[in-house]
């Protein structure tokens, strides 16, 4: 789950695509990249960076889909997706993307129902790039405790984890 700009190029020396949009939302402003007609990677961007229409149709569905999201927290995502990811990262997020709105699972319960450790359902997590859509904020420490997101154990990234959870009505200490 990138939860900042990407470099300008790639570790192989390819240039990085740029933002398809900046959309300014309650909690960060998101930057979403496409390639081919599917999302490959929302990113979480200071409140301080400025908007970006949308560069084709494709990316404005997304936008609209992102706005159906924040307006009804229920609302299914069904964009095409192509985020990068090893085999055992993209299994962690078929069973994260199987926890309903409203509901978390801990680290641990999700590294047992995939036979690993929560560790590295953890560091799965955090390179989701669609973490979004990919709803990697519904996966919380054990007890019910915030845990990580996007690799941090406190701050702003925490922050943006509440949010998304309580808009989707979830109840701390519940």
């Not at 985020?83 to 978390?104: C, H, K, L, Y």
């Not at 904020?137 to 915030?146: K, P």
Request: hydrophobic share 40%; proline share 9%; charged share 20%.
């Amino acid at each position: 789950m990138k939860r900042a700009p990407a470099p300008l190029h790639t570790a192989d020396g390819a240039r990085a695509a740029p933002y398809a949009a900046k959309l300014r939302t309650p909690f960060a402003v998101l930057g979403i990249r496409t390639a081919n007609g599917k999302l490959t990677g929302v990113d979480y961007l200071p409140r301080s960076e400025r908007a970006q229409r949308p560069v084709d149709a494709f990316t404005a569905e997304v936008v609209a889909e992102i706005g159906r999201y924040l307006a009804d927290p229920q609302h299914r995502f069904a964009l095409p997706l192509d985020p990068a990811g090893t085999p055992f990262q993209r299994r962690v997020w078929q069973e994260i993307d199987r926890i309903p709105v409203g509901e978390s699972r801990t680290y641990g319960e999700i590294a047992r129902a995939l036979r690993t450790g929560p560790r590295a359902v953890g560091n799965a997590c955090g390179a989701n790039p669609i973490a979004l859509v990919t709803p990697c904020h519904r996966v919380v420490g054990s007890r019910g405790a915030l845990g990580g997101f996007g690799g941090a154990a406190a701050g702003d990234p925490l922050r943006i984890k509440r949010w998304l959870l309580v808009h989707e009505g979830y109840r701390f200490g519940a």
